[in-house]
């Protein structure tokens, strides 16, 4: 986890350190435990296939939280995550790299929340963008 980050420590274009995740066919079933998601895409191969995927998929809600990740340990621990939203454009399969990164877009003060926007992207590792996202980070101000 990040030191704390200021929010006039950053600006538009900023990118935000990647993570790098490599999702096992034993991750997505434990995924498909904790998160109640039991669709057979996730770990049964034969099915995924019958209905015309090229074998398993990642859940769509894992993605996510790698991008979620990529902020959060960005924000450092006084940050709040206060808006997250994703959009799935390609499936990924389990033992691919996916490269989760992300760039400051915005910085702003609304009210007394000094806020920064960021873009955020997965991409896989014949380097195709799978899901986008957006991010609102409320950050501590220096000036209090």
Same mark, same amino acid.
């Given at each position: 986890?990040?030191?704390?980050?200021?929010?006039?420590?950053?600006?538009?274009?900023?990118?935000?350190?990647?993570?790098?995740?490599?999702?096992?066919?034993?991750?997505?079933?434990?995924?498909?435990?904790?998160?109640?998601?039991?669709?057979?895409?996730?770990?049964?191969?034969?099915?995924? *296939?019958?209905?015309? @995927?090229?074998?398993?998929?990642?859940?769509?809600? %894992?993605? !996510?939280?790698?991008?979620? =990740?990529?902020? &959060?340990?960005?924000?450092?621990?006084?940050?709040?995550?206060?808006?997250?939203?994703?959009?799935?454009?390609?499936?990924?399969?389990?033992?691919?790299?996916?490269?989760?990164?992300?760039?400051?877009?915005?910085?702003? *003060?609304?009210?007394? @929340?000094?806020?920064?926007?960021?873009?955020?992207? %997965?991409? !896989?590792?014949?380097?195709? =963008?799978?899901? &986008?996202?957006?991010?609102?980070?409320?950050?501590?101000?220096?000036?209090?």
């Amino acid at each position: 986890m990040s030191e704390n980050l200021f929010w006039e420590d950053v600006a538009a274009g900023q990118e935000l350190p990647s993570l790098v995740k490599q999702p096992s066919k034993r991750q997505l079933v434990k995924y498909a435990g904790a998160s109640g998601d039991f669709y057979e895409v996730h770990y049964d191969k034969d099915f995924a *296939v019958e209905i015309g @995927l090229p074998g398993l998929i990642v859940h769509g809600a %894992l993605k !996510n939280a790698y991008l979620a =990740q990529v902020v &959060t340990d960005w924000m450092g621990p006084d940050g709040v995550l206060k808006k997250l939203s994703v959009k799935y454009r390609g499936t990924d399969i389990p033992d691919d790299a996916l490269t989760c990164s992300g760039r400051v877009t915005k910085t702003y *003060v609304d009210g007394d @929340l000094h806020q920064v926007d960021c873009a955020l992207s %997965l991409t !896989n590792g014949s380097g195709e =963008q799978t899901t &986008t996202g957006t991010a609102t980070v409320v950050l501590p101000s220096r000036s209090g």
